[in-house]
């Protein structure tokens, strides 16, 4: 089993983005902080095309919560963030059979606060000038290369 965890995502157009994509590869879907939920949002549902009704979700008001939670179930939690000692998604091997993938706000990134909580930092490799990708595509790209882990 595999989750998701949404730290302060701003657009609820990727809310809806991450649950589509939550549905198509079997993964459960927990948002923190302000994360607009499908529930109080229709841009959510919206994007999310029904995503919402097929996807395990739940709503935790603060991020170290949603970890604890996953930790207590067995996983090993990691952070999808660009930092100066993260490992790299192309050789990184989790440690569990179960991971939680915590992704942050759009411009902030994930908290310094989280970064403290998780077991590891995984960034994508960049090969472009740009130094990040959108957390819709940057979730699609760690649930597929992760889907076996």
């Given at each position: 089993?595999?989750?998701?965890i949404l730290e302060n995502i701003r657009s609820a157009y990727n809310v809806g983005n991450v649950l589509r994509t939550a549905d198509a590869?079997?993964?459960?879907?927990r948002i923190t902080g302000y994360t607009p939920?499908?529930?109080?949002?229709?841009?959510v549902r919206k994007t999310s095309l029904g995503a919402e009704d097929s996807v395990a979700l739940q709503q935790f008001d603060f991020t170290t919560q949603a970890i604890q939670e996953a930790k207590r179930?067995?996983?090993?939690v990691i952070?999808?963030?660009i930092?100066?000692?993260a490992l790299s998604l192309?050789?990184?091997q989790p440690n569990a059979s179960s991971?939680?993938?915590v992704f942050g706000n759009e411009v902030e990134g994930v908290l310094e606060q989280t970064l403290a909580e998780v077991d590891a930092v995984v960034a994508i490799p960049m090969h472009g000038v740009k130094e990040s990708l959108n957390i819709g595509q940057s979730a699609a790209i760690f649930m597929r290369a992760l889907r076996s882990a």
């Open positions: 089993m595999h989750i998701v590869l079997g993964r459960k879907v939920s499908p529930r109080e949002h229709p841009k179930q067995g996983m090993q952070a999808a963030e930092t100066a000692n192309a050789s990184f991971l939680a993938i």
